[in-house]
Nanobody, 123 residues
Framework: QVQLVESGGGLVQAGDSLRLSCAASGRTFKTYAMAWFRQAPGKEREFVAGINWSEIKSYGDSVKGRFTISRDNAKNMVFLQMNSLKYDDTAVYYC?????????????????WGQGTQVTVSS
């Protein structure tokens, strides 16, 4: 069982940066693949970034080159550094975990979710 708590969301202007954090409970955190998803009003949940046990990273096309995912297994933390934010990045951002090596881009593959943190980018 893993519990996830996101933080770091807020209201920023286009072009600004923001760093999201996800704190995970559980002694087996390092055995979980982790990911960030986001969901805007009226839209489906979208894959943002994922990171494997071995820290192989993957990104959604809309954030490549702007967002960076990282993890600190010693602190049970996952981070999402978001640079050059755009209005279209506005959404609720969710941290997700699955007890597997691979971080997939399908939200149905994930067993554990945080409550979400709101990111609002003004144009």
């Amino acid at each position: 069982q893993v519990q996830l708590v996101e933080s770091g969301g807020g209201l920023v202007q286009a072009g600004d940066s923001l760093r999201l954090s996800c704190a995970a409970s559980g002694r087996t955190f390092k055995t979980y693949a982790m990911a960030w998803f986001r969901q805007a009003p009226g839209k489906e949940r979208e894959f943002v970034a994922g990171i494997n046990w071995s820290e192989i990273k993957s990104y959604g096309d809309s954030v490549k080159g702007r967002f960076t995912i990282s993890r600190d297994n010693a602190k049970n933390m996952v981070f999402l550094q978001m640079n050059s934010l755009k209005y279209d990045d506005t959404a609720v951002y969710y941290c997700a975990a699955r007890p597997d090596h691979v971080a997939t881009s399908a939200y149905r593959d994930y067993d554990y979710w945080g409550q979400g943190t709101q990111v609002t980018v003004s144009s």
